[in-house]
């Protein structure tokens, strides 16, 4: 076991780490929009485009990666003006497995900002106007700030979804040592190859880092509700 520690490649976890960080951003910034759009507005098909954004919380991860492949794919319309355009595919690089992980990540921080922005009271919003305040003023200065713990339990959520993306990550963007094999790949192959010490040393350490998260989280919620 000690031999699996001196020897463990930390690439796969800096990878991890980074796609998992822009994944977050990327399902944070379209989590809070459509979280607004759906506690906000009477939008028609509000209902359909929300369980539509909520599916890959419960489809298994091969048919989102399956999807994906569809949409994306070499052989797709976008996939062919990607690479016509700009010699530039999305199969097999990791920008892949951060848009796999995006949209996995992207339930977790939809309902809390929902329910946060569902929670605001909309009578400090019409305060804030009255006193001059445009409504994206009004928006920065009162709406975010007041459902901001809901949006980052979320947000904290969706990054540990993230780390700990596979199924769809290895269909878009396979398991290429030092290219594309996150954490979790580099476990899986591990595993496969009869490394069992290697494969426990870096759940370990996905693990422990999804661990603190989650602890961060709590804590933070407790603060903020006492």
Known sequence: MPDAWTSLDTAP??????????????ALLAG???GWVFARTRLPGRGLLEALC????????????????????RRSPLGQWLREHFDYTVIFNWHGAVIASALVALPLVLKGASAAFAQVDRR????????GQSAWGSFVRVTLPLAWPGILAGTLLAFARAMGEFGA???????????????????YDAVQAGRDDLAFALAAVVSAVSVLILVLSNRYLQRQAS
């Open 13 to 26: 976890l800096w990878l991890t780490l980074r796609i998992a960080s822009l994944a977050t951003l990327l």
């Open 32 to 34: 809070v929009a459509l």
């Open 54 to 73: 909520m599916l890959p919380l419960v489809l298994p991860p091969t048919v989102l990666g399956y999807a994906l492949l569809v949409a994306m794919g």
């Open 124 to 131: 400090l919003e019409a305060a804030a106007r009255t006193l």
């Open 169 to 187: 990550s290895l269909m878009v963007a396979g398991s290429i040592p030092g290219q594309t094999q996150t954490a979790s790949m580099a476990i």
